[in-house]
């Protein structure tokens, strides 16, 4: 039984969502297919499409967002890795039992028609991972 099926996006922290795009725009070849601010979490997004897989660009709409906060220690760069799973809530509770910090006890809405949940980057190798679902 499959519990992590994909990777289904990578998630790069930026400063300036609009240069961001066209930096990726060039880059790429392509414009994103949608932009999309998630007010739980003060962040606009941008996605691109390259072939299978999808690039998420994040900004912060508030100065003391998470994503402002992550470049304020780290700088720009790749934030998260997103994996596709059949069943969030499963994959939680089995994560769980494993030991890893869930840092969403319920998943919650996010970008592009998901629900998500984080995993804590001190029990990943300082990865900060996304499980997302998506909504049917
Ligand atoms: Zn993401």
């Given at each position: ?43 606009i ?24 906060k ?6 720009e ?11 969030i ?10 030991g ?37």
């Amino acid at each position: 039984m499959n519990h992590i099926n994909k990777i289904e996006h990578l998630g790069i922290a930026v400063k300036d969502i609009n240069k961001a795009n066209s930096i990726y725009e060039k880059l790429l070849g392509v414009p994103p297919y949608k932009q999309e601010e998630v007010e739980s979490e003060a962040v606009i997004t941008s996605f691109f499409q390259v072939g299978p897989n999808k690039i998420e660009l994040l900004a912060s709409t508030k100065d003391d967002g998470t994503i402002a906060k992550f470049i304020e220690k780290r700088g720009e760069g790749i934030h998260h890795i997103a994996f596709d799973v059949e069943n969030i809530e499963k994959e939680l509770d089995r994560l769980k039992k494993e030991g890893f910090t869930i840092l969403n006890e319920k998943p919650k809405l996010g970008a592009d028609n998901k629900r998500v949940a984080f995993i804590h980057p001190k029990g990943t190798n300082g990865v900060l991972i996304e499980l997302c679902e998506e909504i049917k």
